[in-house]
Structures are given as C-alpha cells and as structure tokens.
C-alpha cells in the first residue's frame, strides 16, 4: 500500500475525534428536515417524493461543506504537521486523495443519516426508490465536487477562515454558473461558446438531471472529472508549497 | 576545514551527503551553498544564530522543502528523484515537534507505524521499543494536546526512531525539557549513535560538547566552522586559558607577574565580594600555561583558593566566527550578499 489507507483511516476517525462530525451532522440533519418540510411544503405537496429534499442539498452543501474541507489542509499547515505528514514516506498524490477520500466519507455518513426521510416517504406513500436512490448518488457526487473545491483552497492558505470564505465564493459560482446571474455578466466580456462551457458547469443543472432519476453518463462523468481536477491542482498546490 | 574522521566513524560510508544546497526565498539566500557528509557513528551538532538556516537544511535533507539547488543523498538515494525511499531511510523530529493534537501517542504511533510499513506484531515490537526509549507510558492514552512540553517532544522523538533509522535528523529534540528529561534524551542519541547518522541542531552548547562529535556551525547560510568539539574549542581565547582565586589584596601584585610571563596576552580580573578576586590569564595561541602558573604560585606563597586550566568555551567560538543580530540587520537592510 502506498500510505493511502493509514491516511485516510487516520483522518476518518479524527472527525469523530472532535466535537465537528457531530455538531455537523446534526445541523445537516437539522437543517435538511427543516428546509423540506417547511420551506419546501412536502407534506403539502401530496406527492410522495423526495425532490423537495434534494432541491436543497446543493444550497446546504454550498456552505457546510466548506466547513468539513477548510480544515483539511490549512490545519496542517497551521499545527506544522504537514511537515511530518511530507517526510512521511507516502507520495504527495497518497495523503491528497486519502485525506480527501475521507471528508468525502464522511459527507456520506451525514447523507446515509437522513434515510428517515426515505422510511417516511415510504410509509406514506409508494415513490419511486430508482429515482430516490439515483437522487441520493447525484447528492453524494455533488457532496465530492464541493469537497474536492474546498480542498484545493483549503491546500493554499493556513487560514481556516479565509479557506472558508473562499470555498463558498468559488462553490457558489460553480453551483450557478448555468444561472442569469453569472451568464448575463459572461455574455457582456465573451463569446458564445464559452457562455455555453461554463452554464456547462452548473451544479445546479448536473444534479437537476440526475435527481430526476436520469443518470445520464454525462452528468456522472461531469462530477468524476471536476473531482479529479481539483484533486490534481490539490496535489499541484501541496507540491508548489515545497518550491516555495 | 575538512570533516575530520572520528575514531567511531567510518568516513567511507556516507550517510546523508549534501552538496552544494542553496534555498531563495524570494531575494533572500536562507542557505548559501551547504556541503556536508554525514557517515555512520556521527552525531553532527548544527549550530548558528537564529534564521541562520539551520532549520532550512534539515528541512531540504529531509524532503520537506525542495532546494534551490544543490543536491541531498541518503545513504545513496536522491531526495528529489528519490523522495519515497530516500524518506524510509529518515526519521524526522521537525522544530516544535508537530503531532496530530487530537490523537493519543497510542494511536498516533500506530498511524505512524502502518504508514512506514509495518502490521501486526512487528509493529507492535517497533512502537514498544519505541515508548521504553522515550519512556512516553505514563501518558499513552492521553490526547497529544493535552499533554506537557516535555512529553509533546517525546512523542516527537518517539515517531523519529519508531523504524530504527539509519539516518535521524532533529531539530531542537531537548527544547522545552527539563534537566533530567534532556539527560534522558541525550543518553537515547548516544546509545542509538554507532548505528546511526545523526544531525542534532541545537542551541545549547553544552549540549555539543555532551554529545556530538563533531560540530558545524552556520550562519547567514554557510558553514563557518566545521570540526570536533575539541578543534572547536582549541580555537576559543578561554582555550588552556589559567584562572586563579586568590586574597584581592594579593590580586595585583600576581596579576603584574601573571602579565610579565612570556606565554601570557593579557590577564582579566574580577573582585568578588568576598574579598577574593579571580584572575584569569589568556595564552598566546597554542601555549600551555597551567605548569608555569603553578610553579609562580608555589614559589610566591600565594594563599590561592583556586586554579584550573581552561578547556575552553564554544561560546567563544561561536561568537567570533557568527554575526550579531544587529549586523545581519544592518547587512539584510544595504542589500549586502549575505
């Protein structure tokens, strides 16, 4: 083994070391029950589904998220053990992905925490458990997409907070990057095919597909490929840091 | 001056070789051209004045900083092209002795100890050894964070030999101790020494002389001394230098015959308040006072108290051949090459 499973079994158990995995996890739960059955009138709705749930899983990932991936990096820097973790015999691209891997688990703990909303649906009526399940994998990649994000800024600063802000900015983009927010500014200063590339870049839009039931190769491959992007210029970064 | 071999050394087999490091940050040159080769049996004293780039080296030996230029081999494999198994070679005691604060010294070993290669029971034996060297028991399931200085550079120490190194490197590993912890550290260098390669950085002098055998001494980012403890000192004015208490109202009276003496260059005095003054005389280089100054004192009935020859003092040395703060300010502020 190349390090990778020590690290990331290392950083898994670390969340539940501290009082973050479930100060997280209770306010995902919190907030999740709270947006669906309230904001999103579910049991008004009359509809036995969840896209209710899901509709608001990027806009709570978008700032919780950030919360589980600044600490990933900018701690070590901060505590100095990034110099023990680099003169560890493990490659750099070994402790970047097993740390990431980790924080990614560990969103899908959270995300596997909220299956009472699945037993209710059920109970309540006969939804479709394709479509739920396929909403739950468009969830859980768009939780990597986040992370993967947060984890590449986390890389560059020794700063928890400014991680933090960062990471929501840039995530933010990402996550309405199809809307008229964004694309109204894009069409003033450039052309239209990279209007189209980046309302391509859309969480919104990738995780709306998926989350109907559609898993559409493209969707999936959008998210695998950001991930493994932002992991590269994760690794890029850590190894710039040597140079500098 | 040229590593000298020490009897325990093997100058044939060359542990961490460094030739020619350099690190810029930004304009400032932090290293400035390091060679140094380290062989099996040497426990290498690094000294120098704070920012002299101390810290820097040990950062580029050991993989953590990539050098501007230069190059770094242990025991034959590169530390840029070689980086994994050049770093298997290495344990590592980074400034301030960083561990995960949320973990126990249990469980952080173990991390370190899968992480080097080693299950089951081997490791089991490594981290076993490795807590009796360190004697960290008392505090195993505690979190690292909680617990004292002393015990935080332990676990330091600990990780650093956990897989028996051929090569160790530590930065300031009796920093924060207490007397009998840092007897307690430097007993542990000393046994693990004939095996091993050893850089040791340090801001104790005395700490040199007890376990090093040799001593190189930095500052602005070059070796200004290189050599035994003993060489070292031989270049300090206190070096043979005689001292002698006696009566202050003897003091001047011995202090002209002390200054009249051939091998002498000058004599200080203090008075203490006991009415007794130490007066100290410095010999011309190389020169051996001690017979003459007993044979003065015998044969002028002197009531002295005291009277010892000098082996020297590496602060001395250290002083001489190192910039104050002030003149490195003065020379970083001119933009002077440092």
Same mark, same amino acid.
């Given at each position: 083994?190349?390090g990778?499973?020590p690290i990331f079994k290392r950083e898994f158990v670390a969340y539940f070391a501290t009082p973050l995995a479930?100060v ?26 969840? =896209? ?7 806009? *709570? ?5 950030p919360a589980i991936a600044m600490r990933l990096w900018s701690e070590e820097r901060r505590s100095g053990t990034i110099e023990l973790l680099l003169t560890l015999?493990i490659?750099v691209?070994?402790s970047v992905?097993g740390k990431y891997?980790a924080a990614?688990?560990f ?39 986040? *992370?993967?994000?947060g984890a590449a800024i986390s890389a560059a600063t020794s700063n928890q907070v400014i991680a933090f802000?960062?990471s ?31 309302? =391509? ?33 994760n690794?890029?970064l850590i190894?710039?840091k040597k140079?500098s | ?52 780039? /101390?810290s820097t080296?040990m950062k580029?030996?050991t993989g953590y900083l ?25 344990g590592y005691l980074p400034e301030g002795a960083p561990a995960y604060g949320d973990m126990t010294p249990r469980s952080f070993l173990n991390f370190i100890?899968?992480v ?7 490791? /089991? ?11 960290l028991?008392?505090v195993?399931?505690q979190p690292i964070e909680t617990l004292s200085k002393g015990f935080k550079r332990r676990v330091g120490l600990a990780q650093a030999?956990l ?6 490197i530590m930065d300031e590993p009796?920093d924060g ?17 004939? /095996? ?62 002390? /200054? ?79």
């Open positions: 083994m190349s990778l499973w479930y997280f996890i209770v306010i995902f739960l919190f907030a999740m029950g709270a947006f669906t059955f309230y904001i999103g009138n579910f049991y008004q709705n009359g509809v036995a589904d969840l =896209s209710v749930f899901f509709a608001y899983h990027p806009w *709570l990932y978008l700032f919780l998220v015999p490659p691209w070994a992905i891997l990614w688990a969103t899908g703990v959270a995300l596997v925490l909220t299956f009472p909303i699945w037993l209710t649906v059920n109970y309540l009526g006969n939804p479709d458990n394709g479509v739920i399940l396929a909403g739950y994998v468009g969830s859980f990649l768009m939780a990597g997409g986040y *992370l993967a994000i802000v960062v929501v900015v840039v995530c933010f983009l990402f996550t309405v990057s199809g809307a008229p927010l964004v694309l109204d500014f894009v069409r003033v200063i450039a052309p239209l095919p990279i209007v189209t590339a980046i309302s =391509s870049f859309s969480f919104l839009t990738h995780f709306g597909a998926i989350s109907t039931g559609v898993i559409d190769l493209r969707d999936i491959i959008f998210f695998v490929s950001l991930i493994a992007l932002f992991l590269a210029i690794i890029v190894d710039l140079a | 001056m040229a590593p000298v071999p020490h009897e325990r050394a093997n100058p044939r087999v060359q542990m961490i070789e460094v030739e020619g490091l350099t690190k810029q940050f930004g304009p400032l040159a932090a290293v400035a051209g390091i060679d140094l080769r380290v062989g099996r049996g040497e426990v290498l004293g690094f000294l120098g004045p704070n920012g002299a780039g /101390k080296t580029m030996i990539s050098a501007s230029s230069g190059r770094v081999r242990i025991c034959g494999q590169d530390i840029e092209s070689q980086t994994i198994a050049a770093q298997r070679q290495i100890a899968e080097r290669g080693f299950y089951g029971a081997t490791a /089991k034996s490594h981290i076993e050894r490795a807590i009796a060297n360190t004697e028991d008392p195993l399931e030999i897989h028996d190194p051929p090569v160790l009796t101790l207490d007397p009998n912890q840092k007897h307690a550290v430097r007993r542990l260098i000393r046994d693990m020494a004939p /095996k091993k390669a050893i850089i040791v950085s340090t801001h104790l002098l005395e700490e040199v002389e007890a376990i090093c055998t040799r001593a190189v001494i930095i500052d602005r980012g070059r070796i200004v001394a290189d050599g035994t403890p003993y060489e070292l000192l031989t270049r300090s004015r206190h070096h043979n230098a005689v001292s002698l208490l006696l009566p202050t109202v003897q003091a001047e009276l011995a202090w002209a015959r002390l /200054k009249s003496m051939n091998d002498v260059v000058s004599v200080e005095q203090s008075a203490r308040p006991d009415g007794l003054t130490m007066l100290t005389a410095f010999p011309r280089q190389g020169a051996l006072l001690i017979e003459d100054v007993s044979a003065l004192v015998m044969a002028e009935h002197w009531d002295v108290r005291e009277l010892y020859a000098e082996p020297g003092r590496l602060e001395d040395v250290f002083r001489a051949v190192t910039t104050h703060d002030a003149a490195r300010a003065r020379a970083q502020a001119s933009g002077a090459n440092p």
